[in-house]
């Protein structure tokens, strides 16, 4: 448990590698339209059994309410699904498949697909590692208080930088695009997204995973037409 989010990349790499596979499968067979970007929409959300997407639409209920610290830590634990998650997790849903429809998936996307995952949740643990917590209960007060926090800070900062790197040297244009878009996000998250509730929390870190991917996502496919 000390070292247990320095894997949470590893993660990614998965996620990444089977979509991989997928659009390679997909070229093999021949299947064209719809279906390689439903693969691509579904895979990770298989993977993570939905996790992430879950805190996504915790938070959106609990951002629409526009109520106190208080009562939105209250929405965040309430097992029950909101008017507004609803929404958002549909209109997310369809963004992400219209980008992935919108991709030419060759090797240097596919590429870029693989290190978004595993930056996404590089930045993610990173997270949890360095931000304050809004509760002494919860996943990520589990794996905060159990990590060494800060050599797995350092970690997944260094780790982070190089898959930058590798994004910038081997993505040109689209790593840019796609490396800026995962910045912002992360300095929404960490200036303002973090001082809405009182602290970080398990469906903050969920609604960061899938806000970044997808702000990546559509970064690679601006920069895709850009190049165009």
């Given at each position: 448990?000390?070292?247990?989010?320095?894997?949470?990349?590893?993660?990614?790499?998965?996620?990444?590698?089977?979509?991989?596979?997928?659009?390679?499968?997909?070229?093999?067979?021949?299947?064209?339209?719809?279906?390689?970007?439903?693969?691509?929409?579904?895979?990770?959300?298989?993977?993570?059994?939905?996790?992430?997407?879950?805190?996504?639409?915790?938070?959106?209920?609990?951002?629409?309410?526009?109520?106190?610290?208080?009562?939105?830590?209250?929405?965040?634990?309430?097992?029950?699904?909101?008017?507004?998650?609803?929404?958002?997790?549909?209109?997310?849903?369809?963004?992400?498949?219209?980008?992935?429809?919108?991709?030419?998936?060759?090797?240097?996307?596919?590429?870029?697909?693989?290190?978004?995952?595993?930056?996404?949740?590089?930045?993610?643990?990173?997270?949890?590692?360095?931000?304050?917590?809004?509760?002494?209960?919860?996943?990520?007060?589990?794996?905060?208080?159990?990590?060494?926090?800060?050599?797995?800070?350092?970690?997944?900062?260094?780790?982070?930088?190089?898959?930058?790197?590798?994004?910038?040297?081997?993505?040109?244009?689209?790593?840019?695009?796609?490396?800026?878009?995962?910045?912002?996000?992360?300095?929404?998250?960490?200036?303002?997204?973090?001082?809405?509730?009182?602290?970080?929390?398990?469906?903050?870190?969920?609604?960061?995973?899938q806000v970044c991917e997808l702000a990546m996502l559509l970064a690679l496919v601006a920069a895709q037409y850009m190049e165009g």
């Amino acid at each position: 448990m000390r070292y247990v989010l320095c894997a949470f990349p590893l993660i990614g790499l998965l996620s990444g590698g089977l979509l991989w596979g997928w659009c390679l499968l997909c070229r093999l067979w021949d299947l064209t339209g719809l279906l390689p970007a439903v693969g691509c929409c579904l895979l990770p959300i298989i993977v993570s059994g939905g996790i992430h997407l879950d805190g996504y639409c915790d938070t959106c209920d609990a951002l629409a309410s526009h109520a106190s610290v208080e009562k939105k830590q209250q929405i965040l634990q309430d097992p029950h699904i909101g008017a507004f998650a609803v929404i958002a997790v549909v209109c997310y849903l369809l963004l992400y498949f219209a980008c992935c429809t919108a991709l030419h998936m060759h090797t240097q996307t596919l590429f870029a697909f693989v290190l978004a995952f595993m930056l996404s949740r590089s930045l993610s643990g990173l997270a949890v590692a360095s931000f304050p917590l809004a509760k002494d209960t919860g996943l990520a007060y589990t794996f905060a208080s159990a990590s060494h926090r800060g050599r797995v800070k350092y970690f997944l900062l260094l780790l982070s930088l190089v898959l930058v790197a590798l994004a910038l040297l081997f993505c040109g244009v689209r790593g840019l695009a796609m490396c800026v878009a995962a910045v912002l996000v992360f300095a929404y998250y960490r200036l303002r997204l973090i001082a809405k509730f009182g602290g970080l929390s398990g469906d903050l870190a969920g609604w960061f995973l899938q806000v970044c991917e997808l702000a990546m996502l559509l970064a690679l496919v601006a920069a895709q037409y850009m190049e165009g």
